[in-house]
């Protein structure tokens, strides 16, 4: 995790008269000219462009109507459906720094849909719901969260980043839960 913000805290990206801004990112923004040397500096930080968003938001719009026009959640067998292009939309959320928006999209998931896919899919869904909380600063439900995963799929937690995910939330926890302690043990890391 590179950045924390706190709940509530408005993490888009976009351009308002021509300039470009990070609201919520601690970036500066310039009103300067596109040549210059200040808006150069800007623009070397924002790791995400607005037709970025704009053709990711495309793709996913464009896979959610045809999961709809599909008979059924699996009916080519493929795993795709309206529920894996919802889990899809929220980590490109967090992929985007709107750890606020992938939370508020992750709530909306019917868990009986969710209850569907395979143990994999599903924790690696709750990993996803895990960083975000963690950027949100819910420790509690980012630890909860990881934990339901361990018990779904521990290898998907045994993974270099989601390790790294743990360490930080034991670093970042005055006193850490047995529970995240444990989690901590079997990812091979020392408390």
Known sequence: MSRRYPAGADHSWG???GRTTAIGHGLPTTSSPPDSKAHSLVNSHVPVTDRAVGATEDRLAAASEVAERQSGPDADFTGFG????TLH???????????????????RLEPA??????RERRARHLITVARARALTRERAL?????????RLAPEEVRRPAV????????EL??????DLTALAGRCGLRS
């Open 142 to 150: 980012a630890e909860r969260a990881l934990l339901d995963a361990d």
């Open 82 to 85: 309206a529920t894996n292009v």
């Open 113 to 118: 849909a969710v209850g569907v896919l395979g």
């Open 163 to 170: 390790t790294q995910l743990v360490g930080e939330l034991m």
């Open 15 to 17: 351009t308002k008269a």
């Open 173 to 178: 926890a005055p006193s850490p839960s047995a």
């Open 89 to 107: 939309r929220v980590d490109t959320l967090l992929r985007l720094d709107d750890a606020c928006t992938a939370i508020e999209v992750a709530q």
